[in-house]
């Protein structure tokens, strides 16, 4: 069964600093996609990051990095320099290369204070 | 911005009556999902279509069906409302011919049934 967690519920962060959130997952696929989504509280899901399970160095998209570590099957999400448009819910999301399907952590709350 | 519309985009109904959600995309992506978002539950996966009149269940299929005439158009029925199907309901489609298959959402239907 695929499964993926984020322990953190909600998370605060000074503006300007860097934050990580948590993400791991459980599967028996040998090939499968991990992504990043931010829901901010307009409501709408924005895509932020990939990491494919072959990929062998750590996916960047501007502030956003993802620390991923296969043997521990965990993907973190890094945010640099915090803004305060981060403040948003985060969820980790991930997809088997071999079904159609995406299952999704239960998010993490980030606030950003200045 | 992925060309996913929803409608009606809020919602109120009474237990019993029949509720249909629609989700149009003009990107003529192949895959189309039917999510629903509660606290604490993350996104949870209703339905998915695979193509034209190709669907398949996700993790909370029960008291939903739904149906795809059309590429662009992929609908949610409930036959018979319950307050327990009280939530905000996500589109999303994706597509195989990219190595990523991110899914692009919808902005979601609030619907509530009293």
């Known amino acids: 069964a695929q499964k993926i967690t984020q322990t953190q519920p909600g998370m605060f962060v000074q503006e300007k600093e860097a934050v990580t959130l948590d993400c791991t997952y459980d599967t028996s696929d040998q090939s499968y996609g991990l992504f990043w989504y931010k829901q901010p509280s307009s409501g709408e899901m924005i895509f932020l990051i990939y990491?494919?399970?072959?990929?062998?160095q750590n996916a960047t998209e501007g502030r956003y990095s993802l620390n991923f570590q296969k043997a521990r099957k965990s993907a973190n999400l890094v945010i640099s320099a915090s803004q305060l448009g981060d403040s948003a819910m985060y969820f980790c999301?991930?997809?088997?290369?071999?079904?159609?399907?995406?299952?999704f952590g239960t998010g993490t709350s980030l606030t950003v204070i200045p | 911005d992925a060309g996913i519309t929803q409608s009606p985009r809020h919602k109120v109904t009474e237990t019993g009556t029949p509720v249909t959600l629609r989700c149009h995309q003009t990107e003529n992506h192949r895959y189309m999902y039917w999510y629903r978002q509660d606290p604490g539950h993350g996104l949870r996966l209703i339905h998915y279509?695979?193509?034209?009149?190709?669907?398949d269940k996700g993790e909370v299929s029960d008291g939903y069906s739904v149906s795809r005439s059309k590429t662009e158009d992929f609908l949610l029925t409930l036959e018979s409302a319950t307050s327990s199907q009280t939530s905000v309901y996500f589109c999303?489609?994706?597509?195989?011919?990219?190595?990523?298959?991110?899914?692009?959402f919808g902005p979601g239907t609030r619907l509530t049934v009293t």
């Open positions: 999301a991930m997809r088997s290369k071999t079904g159609n399907q995406f299952y």
């Open positions: 279509s695979y193509g034209v009149k190709d669907t």
């Open positions: 999303a489609i994706s597509e195989s011919r990219t190595e990523i298959y991110e899914q692009y």
């Open positions: 990491q494919g399970s072959y990929d062998e």
